[in-house]
């Protein structure tokens, strides 16, 4: 069982950056992990993704530029650093944990993905 909490999110105003954190517990070596976003009367994306060493990673394009994504392995956690934000990038957040055997690279379907988050709100205004 791996239990996820996000935290960093909040209201900005476009242009502003904000860091998403992600703290989990359980099993989490070898495993990829990722940050998606659902906007109000959308469907859940993936934003971000990371394999387990960090050394692959993947960005949708509407993020490419603004958004890094990292993992410190020796505190399990994954972070999600958003700079020049827009009003577009308004969203719930959410972090997750790939299934095992999914580590060597990035997976950005949703379905690669077993543990979630709760989520943490990110609202940018222009």
């Known amino acids: 069982q791996v239990q996820l909490v996000e935290s960093g999110g909040g209201l900005v105003q476009a242009g502003d950056s904000l860091r998403l954190s992600c703290a989990a517990s359980?099993?989490?070596?070898?495993?990829?992990m990722a940050w998606f976003r659902q906007a109000p009367g959308k469907e859940r994306e993936s934003v971000a993704t990371?394999?387990?060493?960090?050394?692959?990673?993947y960005y949708a394009d509407s993020v490419k530029g603004r958004f890094t994504i990292s993992r410190d392995n020796a505190k399990n956690t994954v972070y999600l650093q958003m700079n020049s934000l827009k009003p577009e990038d308004t969203a719930v957040y959410y972090c997750?944990?790939?299934?095992?055997?999914?580590?060597?690279?990035?997976?950005?379907?949703?379905?690669?993905?077993?543990?979630w988050g709760q989520g943490t709100q990110v609202t940018v205004s222009s």
């Open positions: 997750a944990v790939a299934k095992p055997g999914y580590g060597s690279r990035w997976y950005s379907d949703s379905g690669d993905y077993s543990y």
């Open positions: 359980g099993r989490t070596t070898g495993r990829a």
């Open positions: 990371i394999n387990w060493s960090g050394s692959s990673t």
